[in-house]
């Protein structure tokens, strides 16, 4: 059957799509599933199953405009129309394609049925919406949270993010710029078009820079130049701790997962850069010594990267999001205990979700050091609490950026 051409990745997308919404996995582990796939089906599989993910709840009013009888969520043929659909109407795929890789998914099954209700459709000239509907739960949360902003925030889903790169020596950012033909969004920061092969870009294999959202640079940056020693607690893949390290400070990288540290070691290979890289429980690891900066990343729902993860909005429930702020909790009681006096402590979650953020500055002993608009890239400003407060309905005329909660204290 994966002789038809352009099958393979269909394939792929449709065992990626299964993966996340039958087994809860996220969209990169079910990423394995195109394991053998050339670079260009690997990425056309994924591009499909990320549209499907983020446009679902409009595939499926789609779909059920076109059945008499309402296909159940979890039928192989909803997810083949799904991404037939986001196929035709995402990613420009003619309809011929898209009927030629899509009914031999089905081979034993309703191949008619899937045939009709995309035909339909096609001659109906069926469009989607400007912005994705967001999955009802999720939509509760962030209407209750956001408020008027939501429709913005939806706004900033529609399309995956642009490629963001952090720069080894801010102060060549001009020139990196015009070398990569980039947009400069802060100091040693720059924003390129999406789409682009990373590891063929001019100064990838040099190290000169790595891939990190604008949103994500702005943690590390905060704790400034280098002033002695940084603990970088939730450390992988490292994106921060090259900041930190660039920055001049001396640190130490912390993180629980083996396969995570892995690629922080090849990022600092691969960058020159330096630190001392631990493999621990960061709640049973006690340190010898205080350190004078302490950045904690903690772990996540993630559902700020849902622009280039829109899995996250279909895996991550409010019982996680619980356990979450547990252990966040649990991390920046000890994080406090571990800054020298006079240190600062920055805390950041990629989670638009108030109980990984906002909810939980209350429980933090230390004193605010509030962040100041300066410190800030153009267009972003703190809260009147002196947190970040990032979406992705923000900076929308230059591309968007992840949803963080950054906030930075000071221990007396
Ligand atoms: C948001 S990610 C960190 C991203 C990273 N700071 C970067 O910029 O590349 C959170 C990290 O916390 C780690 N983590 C989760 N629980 C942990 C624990 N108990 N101890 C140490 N690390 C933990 C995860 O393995 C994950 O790498």
Redesign the pocket.
Known sequence: MNDIAGLPARNAALKMLDAVLRRGDTLDTAAGAAKGLGPSDAALARAIASEVLRWQVDLDRLIDSATRQRLPDDAKVRTVLRMMLAQALKLETAPHAVIATGLPLLSGGPRRLAHGVFSTLDKKGARLPDAPTIPEDVAARWRTQYGERFPEIAAGLASPPPLDITLRDAGETDAWAERLVARVMAPGQLRLSRGQAVDALPGFDEGAWWV?DLA?SIP?SLLGKSAGTAL??????????LQLAAAGWEVTA????KR?LKR?HQNLQRTGLAAEVVE????K?EPEQGFDAI?L????S?TGTCRRHPDVLHRVSRGQIEDLSK?QAA?IERASAWLNPGGLLVYA??SMEREEGEAQMGRVSLTPAPITQDELPAGLAPTAEGWLRTDPGMLADAGGLDGFFVARFRKD
């Open positions: 990190q994500a590390a970088d607690l939730c450390a992988a893949p490292g994106g921060k701790t912390l993180d629980i997962a995570r922080l621990v429980d960061a709640l690891w950045l990343d903690a772990p996540c993630a252990l991390l979650v990629c």
